[in-house]
Structures are given as C-alpha cells and as structure tokens.
C-alpha cells in the first residue's frame, strides 16, 4: 500500500488533514490581475495549492473551426465555437506563470500545474514546481506521462473516463518512468458532473487496485460529494475555484466561489477528523457523560425491612445506583436499614 509523501512541504496521505487543490483554470478571464486576485483568494480560504493548466491553443489543436473541430454540442458549455478558439480564451498566458507562482509562494499556497505536452513540462520544470497533474484527458498519452514521471516529483492524475485496462497502462507507464508518489484521483469528466454519476466508490477500490493515494476531481455543485468521498479515503480534492461565478468565464459555471471553498476546507476537514478508528465503549470525553445514564434508586422513605417495589423502586437518572437490568431482581427484596427517598440502591441496601 501507499505510504505518505510531501507535496513541497505538505504531508500527503490518510493520516493528515486532505489536501485542498483550487484548480484556475481559465477563470482569470485573460487578465492577469484577476488571476492574482484568484490566487489570494484561494490563499485565504485555507486551500493547500492553486493550480493552473499550461498550454497553448497550438500545442492542444489546430486553427480550424468546422467537422469535429466546431464544438457543436447543443448542450456544451461552449457550444457554437471552436476547438482553438475556446483553448484561446482559456489558457493562461506561459509569462504569467512565475507571477502567479510567485504570489502564490508569498502567500503559503503552493502552485502547481497541468502541462500538456513536453515544452510545457521544459517550461514548469524551469519553474521549480512540486509536482504535476495530468488531466482526465490525457490520462493516456503514455509518451506525456512518461515524460512528466521522470522528473521524479509526484504525480497527480485524473481518471476521467479511463477503463481499469488503460489506467493500469497508465500507472505502469508512470512508475517504469520513475515516478514513486503518485495520486490517483477519482474524476466524472462532465460539466459540471452530477452526484448520481460521480460513483465515488470507485475511491477505495482504486487505492486497493493500484496501492497509491487517491482522491477526487470533483465537478459537481457544491461540497457534499467531496466530503463523502474523505470518509472513503480520499486524500486529495481538487475543485475549480472563481472570484464570482456571476462574472463568467469558461468554467466559471462549475467553480466555487471563496465562501465555498473556505467551507470545503472546513467540512473535508472534519469528516477527516470524524474518522478515527474503530472504538466501542466510553471514550474519555464521554466518561462524564456516564452519570446520565438510568440506574435503580429509592423513591420513597423506607424504613429497615420493606420491601422493594415498582412503587419505591425506580429506573430513573442519575446513573450511580446499581444498572438497571437489575430491576426485576430487586422487586421484592427487603432493604437493611432505613432509606432516604433519592438514594442510589446498590447490594449493600438489601438483604
């Protein structure tokens, strides 16, 4: 099985709080200011890194806007345009990545990104980053995984619509490359994903299968399928991060806002802490609790020689007296000396 590794200086496994990813994407809407404001942004929300995805529309398609290259899907978040056109207006330009980068740092966030081909992966490692996050995608373009595996940083890969055969082709091809900390994470490659196709089940059985850290990519609205999916085991989430939906952008539509965010942060959090481990009986914090429990106590003054009864006898709380599965045992037992209504019963009160 996986043991824990650092991402720069961040522990990354099931033993420490989960790793919050706020992914930019092109949500800086081409400008570099708000790009930076998104940075301090997700800085404050607690967020652990901010990643950004580097390309260029050459390096993704060529410049043509018809056949399969015209995205023509009626119910596409970017119906009506082209393939290079929308890659245009979602990159981030490659001279905005050390500012970003660099604020980021300031700021104790650690930034980080998805490259998708070798001069990307040239350009990052010029960058210094701590690691690298192949997209649902290009989860089988071995000869990119390869090439990102052999920087030897660890690796975080999406398996967005990936068979278990291709994924198997995908992590060997990682690890012969001579990548060591590698995360999978679970990932429904639609915008934004619903609940009912997120099958976030899938998350214990990719750790059994391929013995890394594993996560979740996560679409949908909102933080519950994030926070289910830590008490699965997922180490890792990753979720699209805007200043404001409301001002666009293209993938704006399915992006958190801070507040969101600050609240993912939270609540994955404590449905880490809420884990623990299998544990019966009172645990220290409960022990003072105890004393609410019901027991058997006298209800009536009682002089030496009554008899106990449903009337004088009773399960009430506090729980000092003698447990009440006793109490059918009792009846009709004499009491030894004179009793005091409110008086806890125990083994010494009765003959």
Known sequence: MSEAFK????????????????????????????????????????????KIQTYTPD?????????????????????????????????????WHKPIFDRARELGIIPFSTPFDDT???????????????????????????????????LI????????????????AAREAGCKDLILLK????????????NILTIPHLRELFGCEVGLSDHTMGIGVSVASVALGASVIEKHFTLSRAEGGVDSTFSMEPAEMEQLVVETERAWQALGQVSYGPSEAEKKSMQFRRSLYVVQDMKAGDFLTKDNLRAIRPGLGLPTKYLEHMIG???????????????HLVV
């Open 7 to 50: 991402i720069a200086d961040r522990p990354i496994g099931r033993g420490y709080t989960p790793f919050i990813i706020a992914e930019m994407s092109g949500n800086h809407n081409q400008s570099l200011q708000r790009a930076l404001e998104i940075v301090e942004a997700a800085a404050k929300t607690g967020a652990h890194a901010l």
């Open 59 to 95: 390096t993704m398609t060529i410049d043509l806007d018809e056949r399969e290259f015209h995205i023509s899907d009626p119910n596409s978040l970017w119906a009506g345009t082209s393939l290079y056109k929308l890659y245009g207006e979602a990159y981030t330009p490659w001279e």
């Open 120 to 154: 990307a992966v040239d350009f990052l490692e010029s960058l210094d980053v701590s690691c690298y996050k192949i997209a649902s995608f290009e989860n089988t373009d071995l000869p990119l995984i390869r090439r990102v595996a052999a920087t030897g940083k660890p």
């Open 157 to 172: 890969i999406s398996t967005g619509m990936a068979t278990v055969a291709e994924l198997d082709e995908t992590v060997r």
């Open 187 to 198: 990932c429904t490659s639609t915008y934004p994903a619903t609940a009912a196709n997120t």
């Open 333 to 347: 037992k004499t009491v030894k000396r004179d009793v005091k209504r409110g008086t806890a019963l125990d083994w």
